[in-house]
């Protein structure tokens, strides 16, 4: 049963390019969320799609943006790259509560992205 | 506006000793909360989840506990093996699906 996976696993970017994440949830979940941790600290909700749409979003500018394909598997995206982006990004899957879901997340291993 | 907290920062313990891991939470109307590892530069990996219904839930060696009304959970570790350094972190929910989590607590057990 494959876990959540995500990729790339490292990546390098200057500051003011554009980056793009990408996530497929565990096998049977229909939901994912993306969040940012910074060294030191624990992960921060960034958002949240299901059925194709942003559901919940926090407290992050209109740089960072998502998708979710019909498949369920979901992208990333963050626009004009600052300094203090340099974070992981993780992303975990969970199944919808309307269909059966108990509301545990899980997460995949992250992806290490470093602004220069 | 939930805020969590988990106290020690850090713990260092010989193998062999039980161990407890403490999270506060400000705001108990929570529907569950739950337990995280991290190996350092790691993903996070589920460890137990606590249904607000729920007092306790058991996995092994790891058993977690919840009070509600006093904004309060523990992780107890028994019998500690050098396998187990790593951070532990939990987490509520904030609004629906916005989970909240605390810094953690970075667990070495020395040989």
């Known amino acids: 049963d494959a876990g959540v996976t995500q990729s790339p696993t490292h990546l390098i970017k200057t500051r003011g390019q554009q980056v793009t994440l990408r996530c497929s949830p565990k096998?049977?979940?229909?939901?994912v969320s993306w969040y940012q941790q910074a060294l030191g600290q624990g992960p921060q909700f960034i958002f949240q799609y299901y059925e194709e749409e942003e559901r919940q979003r926090g407290n992050f500018p209109d740089r960072f943006s998502g998708h979710q394909f019909p498949n369920y598997s979901s992208e990333l995206n963050v626009n004009a790259l600052l300094l203090g982006d340099s974070a992981l990004y993780l992303c975990?899957?969970?199944?919808?509560?309307?269909?059966?879901?108990?509301?545990?997340?899980?997460f995949g291993e992250g992806s290490r992205l470093t602004v220069l | 506006k939930q805020e969590v907290t988990q106290i020690p920062a850090a713990l260092s313990v010989p193998e062999g000793e039980n161990l407890v891991l403490n999270c506060s939470f400000t705001?108990?109307?929570?529907?569950?909360l739950q337990w995280f590892r991290q190996d350092p530069g790691k993903g996070l990996t589920s460890l137990l989840l606590?249904?607000?219904?729920?007092r306790e839930q058991t996995s092994g060696r790891l058993n977690a506990s919840l009070d509600k009304s006093s904004g309060r959970s523990t992780l107890y570790i028994a019998a500690s093996q050098p396998g187990d350094s790593a951070t532990y972190l939990c987490?509520?929910?904030?609004?629906?699906?916005?989970?909240?989590f605390g810094a953690g607590t970075r667990l070495t057990v020395k040989p």
């Open positions: 606590i249904q607000s219904s729920q």
């Open positions: 975990a899957s969970s199944l919808a509560e309307g269909a059966g879901g108990s509301g545990e997340l899980f």
């Open positions: 705001d108990s109307a929570i529907y569950n």
């Open positions: 096998s049977g979940h229909d939901t």
């Open positions: 987490a509520v929910p904030e609004i629906l699906n916005d989970m909240r």
